[in-house]
Nanobody, 121 residues
């Protein structure tokens, strides 16, 4: 079992920045691909970004956040982060940290409880 706890959400103005963090505990962090999903009010949950365990941390982003968001991981600290720059009101959502043995799965095995991000115009 992997437990994931997100932090760093909050309120930002359009054009601003926020940094989300996710701490993993339980099973070893080794070998797990990590990711972020989000769910806006009235919308389905959607993929945001992912980072692999192997290959030096291959990253992949949704088109809507490419060039603005950066995912990174610190395997020594069992953490993954999402740096969000140039925020837009449409980035408002609950953001979820995820983990799975397989990179880029549509439904990761493990999810955090979510952290709210609100971007005002």
């Amino acid at each position: 079992q992997v437990q994931l706890v997100e932090s760093g959400g909050g309120l930002a103005q359009a054009g601003g920045s926020l940094r989300l963090s996710c701490a993993a505990s339980g099973r070893t962090f080794n070998g797990y691909a990590m990711g972020w999903f989000r769910q806006a009010p009235g919308k389905e949950r959607e993929f945001v970004a992912a980072i692999s365990w192997s290959g030096g941390g291959t990253t992949y982003y949704a088109d809507s956040v490419k060039g603005r968001f950066t995912i990174s991981r610190d395997n020594a600290k069992n953490t993954v982060s999402l740096q969000m720059n140039s925020l837009k009101p449409e980035d408002t959502a609950v953001y979820y940290c995820t983990a799975d043995r397989v990179f880029m799965v549509t439904k990761p095995a493990y999810w955090g409880q979510g952290t709210q991000v609100t971007v005002s115009s």
